[in-house]
């Protein structure tokens, strides 16, 4: 029957001196570095992107406005033409014979309103001495009035005749670029028809209707009310179908005052200005335009906030005693590469941007600026990660 060796006294103070010496090189834990932003109110204007479609800022279908035939064309089709230029050109033989006809009937008519007057004339002083009776001077006298009235007509008609005689020639009623003709020279045109003769479009400016829902104005009319928000500049940026981007910005002009019942939208009119002719009527394009600045709002950078299981945002901050702090917040929407916080955030508090994939709510942390250079011992070289 053996017996079972204690060790002995010597033995267990060697084990607990080895012990004592791997606990004190073992080097102490210091918390993870955590790069944070601090929050700040300030002025931020909401930028949204609506649908719009390209309008000609002037359109204007050419017309006759006296029948005949069109003896010449005088234009490009699909060139500039400027307001007044001749267009077509009618045949204007009937109408200059009406011009001469009208100047005729004017010569008449003058000649019966000088022998009236004169005879009116020559009545007055002998009806005052009673050589002649009052009513022959009474009548001399409507005589001489009604060839007046005669002349006066006269004179209209070959105003009205010159009139026509001009629009044989047909001219430009605005500058712009024309369209193919629809009457080619030989054809007979008719004052009233239905076809124009041709269209012309001025491009320079170009307005774009752009669609908004009534719910939005809505909204935003209530912020305005509510006294957290100015009205911002009227400024629009375009994209274009292609997703380039439009070189020039425009101004909102107006907005209509009856929402679409078909669509449920209001659409709002901008003015761009065009001198390329990069835009072309019935375009689709992107509008991106600032109707409100908010003042005193919170804007966290995106890397800081993230969502939870249920959808809502959260943020991790730094809090008391340099202790990790988990909070929910509203964050609705963006304003350029930041999230616009509307509750749960305040000046002065510090969102945690870099090396979250480190913490958990209570940890401590070495808190940094963000952006600064690892500070050197254990989580500083990595704290570059979320």
């Not at 009052?134 to 105003?159: E, F, N, P, R």
Request: hydrophobic share 40%; charged share 20%.
């Amino acid at each position: 029957m053996g017996f079972k060796r204690h060790p002995g006294p010597a033995l267990v103070l060697s084990l607990l001196l080895s012990a004592c010496v791997a606990k004190a090189d073992k080097p102490a834990q210091r918390p993870p570095e955590a790069g944070y932003v601090v929050m700040a109110a300030q002025d931020a204007p909401l930028e949204i992107e609506l649908a719009g479609r390209t309008t000609a800022y002037e359109t204007s279908e050419v017309r006759p406005q006296v029948s005949g035939v069109i003896q010449a064309r005088r234009f490009v089709e699909g060139a500039v033409v400027r307001q007044g230029q001749t267009l077509y050109e009618i045949d204007p033989s009937l109408y200059r014979a009406a011009v001469q006809q009208a100047q005729a009937n004017l010569a008449n008519a003058e000649a019966t309103r000088d022998a009236a007057q004169a005879r009116a004339d020559r009545y007055k002083p002998l009806a005052d001495i009673e050589a002649v009776s009052k009513q022959d001077y009474t009548d001399a006298a409507a005589a001489a009035k009604q060839a007046a009235a005669q002349v006066a007509q006269t004179q209209a008609a070959l105003s009205t005749a010159r009139i026509n005689l001009n629009f044989t020639r047909v001219p430009a009623p605005i500058t712009g670029r024309i369209s193919r003709s629809m009457a080619t020279t030989g054809a007979l045109v008719t004052t009233g028809q239905a076809d124009p003769l041709a269209t012309i479009t001025r491009l320079d400016p170009m307005y774009v209707d752009i669609q908004q829902s009534s719910a939005d104005i809505v909204a935003l009319r209530r912020e305005l009310a509510s006294g957290g928000a100015t009205p911002a500049s009227a400024a629009v940026r375009l994209t274009l179908e292609d997703g380039s981007a439009y070189p020039y910005a425009g101004k909102i002009q107006f907005a209509e005052a009856i929402v679409d019942p078909n669509t449920g939208s209001v659409t709002l009119r901008a003015s761009f200005p065009n001198p390329q002719g990069l835009l072309l009527p019935g375009m689709f394009v992107r509008a991106k335009l600032s109707q409100v600045t908010m003042h005193n709002a919170i804007l966290a950078p995106q890397q800081g906030v993230s969502r939870d299981p249920r959808g809502n945002a959260t943020v991790m901050l730094v809090g008391k005693g340099n202790k990790a702090e988990l909070r929910t917040v509203t964050a609705d929407r963006t304003v350029g590469d930041k999230w616009l916080v509307t509750a749960g955030l305040a000046p002065g508090d510090r969102v945690i941007t870099e090396g979250l994939d480190r913490l958990k709510p209570g940890d401590g942390v070495r808190a940094v600026p963000a952006g600064s250079p690892p500070l050197p011992g254990a989580g500083g070289a990595s704290r570059r990660g979320r």
